[in-house]
C-alpha cells in the first residue's frame, strides 16, 4: 500500500507542477468559460481523486466497513480520473508525434520541451497504474471489510458460549 500512497502523491505534485508550468510560460485567454472550467477541473479532480486514495489508505485500511456514500464517491472519481487519463494519451502521441518530426527535419529541442515531454509520459503512466490499483485496492477494502466483520462476529459468539 505504500507504493500505491507514494505514486498518488507523486501523481498530485506532478499534476500541480505541470499545470503550473503550462499556465505559467503559456498564458491562454479562454473566450469561452466553458473550455476554462475544464481546463481548470481537471487538475482539481486529479488532485482529489488521488487525495482520496490517500485517504483511504490512511483511515480505512483496517476499518470494518466503508459507508455507502464514501463508495459513491470513490466510483464517480474513479471513473473520471479513468476519462482523464485516457484523455492524456492523445496529447503524449502529439507530443511524440512532434519529436519525430523535429528529428526528421533535424532540429533540436528545447530544454523545456523535452522536460514537459517526459513529465506528461511519467503522469500518463503513473495515471495508468493508479487506475489499475485503484480498482484493485478498493476490492482489497471490501474484501477486508468482510474478513475483519466475520472475525468480530466470531469474537462475539465465542464470548457468549464462554
Not at 500541480?16 to 477541473?41: E, G, K, T
Not at 503524449?92 to 529541442?109: C, P, Q, W
Not at 493508479?130 to 482489497?140: E, G, K, L, P, S
Amino acid at each position: 500500500m505504500r507504493i500505491f500512497r507514494t505514486f498518488n502523491f507523486i501523481h498530485i505534485v506532478l499534476t500541480v507542477v505541470l499545470f503550473s508550468y503550462s499556465f505559467y510560460y503559456n498564458p491562454i485567454s479562454f473566450n469561452d468559460m466553458r473550455l476554462l472550467i475544464m481546463v481548470l477541473l481537471i487538475p482539481i479532480l486529479i488532485i482529489i481523486n488521488c487525495a482520496s486514495n490517500i485517504n483511504l489508505i490512511i483511515n480505512y485500511l483496517n476499518k470494518v466497513s466503508i459507508g455507502k456514500g464514501r463508495k459513491v464517491f470513490f466510483w464517480i472519481f474513479f471513473l473520471l480520473f479513468t476519462l482523464i487519463t485516457l484523455l492524456l494519451i492523445y496529447p503524449l502521441y502529439k507530443t511524440f508525434v512532434s519529436i519525430n518530426n523535429i528529428y526528421e527535419n533535424g532540429y533540436k529541442m528545447s530544454f523545456p520541451f523535452i522536460v514537459r515531454a517526459i513529465v506528461l509520459l511519467v503522469v500518463v503512466f503513473n495515471g495508468i497504474y493508479i487506475v489499475i490499483y485503484q480498482r484493485y485496492f478498493f476490492f482489497f477494502l471490501k474484501r477486508n471489510s468482510k474478513i475483519q466483520l466475520e472475525s468480530l462476529v466470531n469474537e462475539i459468539g465465542e464470548s457468549e458460549s464462554a
